[in-house]
């Protein structure tokens, strides 16, 4: 980033984690989630129905979860709720999946399309300039990117040494934490 100030490239990199622990969670979800039902007893039809509901119930957010950070409410307190809600479910699915699992696959897919969209906006509002925006975005995508492609691989990788999901799962829990940890320190402006 050209933009020399520490403060201001601190901020950068706290919106690229965010970006790429929400997105590194999202595609380990749809690679994982079904397995991760299967293994806890679900029958096949009801896991991939999970996984179905898990995707739509986050496609409205795309769309009014940035709407409503522009006009209404506040984009730290969304960030915030999102991450909250990521980690509540994220712990219910790890610790206890046949409990109410359909309810977990609902506010797990509302948390993470809200966070994504509300990501994808972010350095819109940290920088002043259209070639500033499209510096930190660039950082973002491309570095947020890179790391969330191997959180797959790395689950996948934890589960076959423990020999069950719980543990990596256990792991997305405290990923979730994270995100919810850079959230609070995106609060703080520099």
Not at 11 to 21: D, E, P, Q, V, Y
Not at 52 to 81: D, E, I, N, T
Request: with cysteine; hydrophobic share 55%.
């Amino acid at each position: 980033l050209c933009d020399s100030s520490s403060a201001s490239r601190l901020r950068a990199w706290l919106i690229t984690g965010f970006f790429a622990l929400q997105s590194g969670l999202f595609y380990t979800l749809s690679t994982w989630l079904v397995a991760r039902y299967g293994e806890a007893g679900l029958t096949a039809m009801r896991s991939n129905g999970l996984l179905s509901l898990f995707m739509l119930a986050g496609m409205p957010c795309a769309f009014a979860v940035p709407w409503l950070a522009h006009r209404y409410v506040s984009r730290p307190l969304l960030l915030g709720l999102c991450s909250t809600l990521a980690l509540l479910s994220l712990g219910m699915i790890a610790l206890a999946p046949t409990l109410w699992p359909e309810l977990w696959a609902v506010t797990l897919g509302v948390a993470l399309s809200s966070s994504f969209a509300l990501a994808l906006i972010l350095p819109m509002y940290e920088v002043q300039t259209p070639i500033e925006v499209s510096r930190w975005t660039a950082m973002m995508l491309s570095v947020g990117y890179c790391l969330a492609c191997l959180m797959p691989l790395l689950v996948g990788l934890l589960r076959d040494l423990s020999g069950s999901y719980r543990a990596p799962f256990l792991v997305l829990t405290l990923m979730a934490a994270a995100m919810l940890l850079l959230t609070l320190a995106l609060r703080k402006r520099g």
